[in-house]
Every structure is written in C-alpha cells, then in structure tokens.
Nanobody
Framework: QVQLVESGGGLVQPGGSLRLSCAAS????????LGWYRQAPGKERELVAS???????NYADSVKGRFSISRDNTKNTVYLQMNSLKAEDTAVYYC??????????????WGQGTQVTVSS
C-alpha cells in the first residue's frame, strides 16, 4: 500500500513554470514505477510522464521538451518540472505509483490531485 500527497499546483501565466512534488509513504518507494497524470474539464485522464524504478522516463507528445519527471528515492518523492506552460496544460494533476506491464505504465495507487491553472 502506498499513500501519495501532491503539492505545488497553482496559478501561473502562459510561458511560466511550476514544479509539482509528490511525497509517498507506506511502502518501499524505490520498487515502484511512478507517473503523473492530468485531467482537464470534460476530458479523459491522460498519462503525462512516467519514470521507472531504474530512472527511465517517458512523456506524452504534448509535453515533450517542456516537462521533466524525476524521482528522489532518499526522500520518497517524485517531481514534475513544468516549463513553457500553455493554457492547454490547465488540469488537475495526479501523482501515481504502479508498475510496467509489457512496457506500458499502469497506475495502482493515486494521490488526491493538485490544480494547475495557466492563465493571464
């Protein structure tokens, strides 16, 4: 069992940056693959970025070159650095912990979500 708590969301102007953090507790953090999802109003939840327990990363095409996922196993924390933010990045962002199945990330545990709003 893993408990996840996100922080770092907020209001930012287009072109700005935010860093989301997600602190984990309750299990051996380092064994899990981790991912960040987002869900905008009226849209399905989508996987934005994932990172394996070995540090290999994967990104949605819409955020490649702008977002960066990282993890610090000594702090049981995963981060999402978001740069060059656009209005279409506005969504609730969810941290997750899971595993790779046939090379595809699948979430098993979820945080409560943090709102990111990109607007002038």
């Amino acid at each position: 069992q893993v408990q996840l708590v996100e922080s770092g969301g907020g209001l930012v102007q287009p072109g700005g940056s935010l860093r989301l953090s997600c602190a984990a507790s309750g299990s051996i953090f380092s064994i899990y693959a981790l991912g960040w999802y987002r869900q905008a109003p009226g849209k399905e939840r989508e996987l934005v970025a994932s990172i394996t327990n070995g540090g290999r990363t994967n990104y949605a095409d819409s955020v490649k070159g702008r977002f960066s996922i990282s993890r610090d196993n000594t702090k049981n924390t995963v981060y999402l650095q978001m740069n060059s933010l656009k209005a279409e990045d506005t969504a609730v962002y969810y941290c997750s912990a899971g595993r790779l199945r046939l090379g595809v990330y699948e979430a098993n545990y979820w945080g409560q979500g943090t709102q990111v709003t990109v607007s002038s």
